[in-house]
């Protein structure tokens, strides 16, 4: 939070916080919860001064400015959503998954991207087959071909961050 004083009550201030040069917020007060795999060294500047006009700090007048260094690491685990095939049981290879994705996408968070394998209890090892994302808040759809032939099979979702 920043606190600015000025000794003329006609002054009215604004607030400018960027990440890495991009405007974040314009309040005095700044909450920030990084999003899923933005892990790495990052800034965090605040400007502060008269306000514009416009909301924003004037660069044509005196203006205070600071920068800080933070460091985010990644500690989520690329975690899949739940899903299930929709219906349960099919007679062709076709299969309508459905994922459930959260209200804003939240199950979606910890991962960049998804993978299904078929009869096969490991992940992917190519990133390529990591070629389903969340688009969908609350519940997602999808169809995925069987290619086991007749019969039973295990369905396995996969993430990758």
Not at 89 to 96: C, D, H, I
Not at 125 to 152: K, M, V
């Amino acid at each position: 939070m920043v606190n600015a004083v000025q000794w003329r009550p006609a002054y009215t201030r604004a607030y400018r916080w960027e990440l890495d040069g991009v405007v974040i917020g314009n309040s005095a007060t700044l909450n920030f919860t990084p999003s899923a795999n933005s892990q790495g060294s990052r800034t965090i500047t605040v400007t502060w001064g008269q306000n514009d006009g416009a909301g924003d700090v004037d660069p044509l007048k005196p203006y205070r400015q600071r920068s800080f260094p933070v460091q985010i690491s990644d500690d989520l685990s690329a975690t899949p959503p739940l899903f299930a095939a929709v219906p349960a049981n099919v007679n062709s290879a076709s299969v309508n998954l459905r994922l459930q994705t959260g209200p804003g996408l939240a199950n979606c968070a910890s991962f960049s991207a998804l993978a299904v394998t078929e009869d096969l209890p490991s992940p992917p090892a190519s990133l390529a087959a990591y070629n389903i994302t969340c688009s969908s808040a609350g519940t997602q759809d999808f169809t995925y071909t069987l290619t086991g032939g007749e019969g039973a099979h295990m369905l396995y979702l996969w993430a990758v961050d």
